[in-house]
Nanobody, 120 residues
Framework: QVQLVESGGGLVQAGDSLRLSCVAS????????MGWYRQAPGKQRELVGC???????NYASSVKGRFTISRDNAKSTVYLQMNSLKPEEPGVYYC??????????????WGRGTQVTVSS
């Protein structure tokens, strides 16, 4: 099973930027789509965005234009660049691996998450 480790979370002010990273173990990273999700306190986990193995991306409407997902297959790493963070966007950010090459595949593996706190 793929193991995922997120990093890069922290405390930022509203309007600031932050880049999260997720490193995957195993040799199949380049064949998997990868997703980023977030979970605010008391709320359900929600999709932030996803990137296919070929680099095609899709995003939640609330983050489109501000967040960017990218991947480096040589490093088995997927990134989430977050710009212009809003006070309502803190939470635990998780990356996950899909079971196939595109974002419509089932969720396969999850990381433990990294905490993002946004002060207003």
């Amino acid at each position: 099973q793929v193991q995922l480790v997120e990093s890069g979370g922290g405390l930022v002010q509203a309007g600031d930027s932050l880049r999260l990273s997720c490193v995957a173990s195993g040799s199949t990273f380049s064949m998997k789509a990868m997703g980023w999700y977030r979970q605010a306190p008391g709320k359900q986990r929600e999709l932030v965005g996803c990137i296919s193995n070929g680099g095609s991306t899709n995003y939640a409407s609330s983050v489109k234009g501000r967040f960017t997902i990218s991947r480096d297959n040589a490093k088995s790493t997927v990134y989430l660049q977050m710009n212009s963070l809003k006070p309502e966007e803190p939470g635990v950010y998780y990356c996950n691996s899909k079971s196939g090459t595109d974002c419509y595949y089932q969720d396969y593996s999850w990381g433990r998450g990294t905490q993002v706190t946004v002060s207003s």
